[in-house]
């Protein structure tokens, strides 16, 4: 599967609020790093954190910018939306990310704030 599938399937599951798709896409031993949290290691604790912002109630739309691809790394940015109960529009954010990926998985992602 090519990085651009792949970021496309995960970008799906985000929008439609599925943890546990959205964790398949991880490998078993991935890490995971949003700015500002303490990094997460391995595809059961993403889905499980996962999991957790959702229940939240938080719709996410993450609409994709630039995409560098250089062998099997790839830095994404992004706008990230957050909208709570009743569509309130609660934190949009300037996003990058470095993604690496190997055998249809992403392996590291680690982000970054605008």
């Known amino acids: 599967m090519s ?8 970008v799906d599951a985000w929008h439609a609020g599925d943890a546990d798709a959205a964790a398949s896409l991880f490998a078993q031993d991935a890490g995971y790093r949003e ?15 996962m999991r957790g912002f959702f229940a939240g109630g938080s719709a996410v739309r993450m609409v994709v910018g ?12 992004f706008t990230f939306a957050m909208r709570g109960a009743g ?3 609660r934190q949009t954010m300037e996003m990058g990310a470095l993604v690496r990926f ?3 998985y992403v392996t590291e992602w680690r982000e970054y704030r605008a």
């Not at 700015?35 to 954190?49: H, K, N, T, V, Y």
């Open 3 to 10: 990085f651009y599938a792949l970021l496309q399937r995960l």
């Open 66 to 77: 630039d995409v560098l691809v250089d062998g099997e790394t790839a830095f994404v940015t």
């Open 87 to 89: 569509g309130t529009a």
């Open 102 to 104: 190997g055998d249809g």
């Open 35 to 49: 700015a500002g949290r303490e990094p997460l290691r391995g595809r059961a604790a993403i889905r499980d954190f």
